[in-house]
């Protein structure tokens, strides 16, 4: 494996790994401290959102880097918005997180119909229809009104990427070994 792609299989996987600790981080908080919720989902969607920008910028030459780069974006703007409370007196907390989600859905669905055939898509489909229907429960206002559900949908918003994220790296470490074996059968 080359050293470059290996270090970038590694920082997917790390990405990952991190994902899926800001998924149990956001449940947490949302279990033992409800009030504080808001602003941690808040903070977490800025950090989620420099870190899908950060994934995209490292794999620019991929398929969707705009549409990574926009889902990137989506989480920052609505981290800003929820943390400073600009729209306040227009949208609650779960409806800024079903809006969020349900255009990450639709960004992801859209990505993966741009991807080609590979064991990773049927993660990235999970994390997609996840965050679409997701979505849409906290928009057409179902009742969520305990702090602890709420965690745990935002947190699975960031878990299922995360679980993505290591399936991804895992596939490129073992394609590659692939790919190097091949060319060495071909060379002796």
């Known amino acids: 494996m080359s050293r470059l792609l290996h270090s970038f299989a590694n920082s997917i996987?790390?990405?990952?790994i991190f994902f899926i600790l800001l998924g149990i981080f956001i449940f947490a908080i949302a279990l033992f401290v409800p009030g504080f919720l808001g602003m941690v989902i808040a903070f977490m969607l800025m950090v989620g959102g420099a870190t899908r920008i950060t994934f995209a910028l490292l794999a620019r030459t991929e398929v969707g880097f705009w549409l990574k780069i926009g889902a990137g974006s989506l989480y920052c703007l609505a981290g800003l918005v929820l943390l400073t409370g600009l729209f306040q007196q227009y949208f609650s907390v779960s409806v800024m997180l079903g809006i969020v989600l349900l255009v990450e859905g639709l960004l992801d669905l859209i990505l993966?119909?741009?991807l080609r055939s590979s064991p990773t898509r049927r993660w990235l489909l999970l994390s997609s229809v996840a965050a679409f229907v997701f979505g849409?429960?906290?928009?057409v206002?179902?009742?969520?009104g305990t702090a602890w559900l709420v965690g745990l949908v935002a947190s699975l918003g960031f878990i299922t990427p995360g679980i993505w994220?290591?399936?991804?790296?895992?596939?490129?470490?073992?394609?590659?070994?692939?790919?190097?074996?091949?060319?060495?059968g071909r060379r002796y």
Do not use: C, P, T
Not at 13 to 16: H, M, P, S, V
Not at 141 to 144: A, F, I, K
């Open 13 to 16: 996987k790390a990405l990952g």
């Open 112 to 114: 993966l119909s741009k």
């Open 136 to 139: 849409l429960l906290f928009l």
């Open 141 to 144: 206002r179902l009742e969520l």
């Open 165 to 184: 994220f290591i399936v991804l790296a895992a596939e490129m470490k073992k394609s590659d070994g692939v790919n190097a074996n091949d060319k060495i």
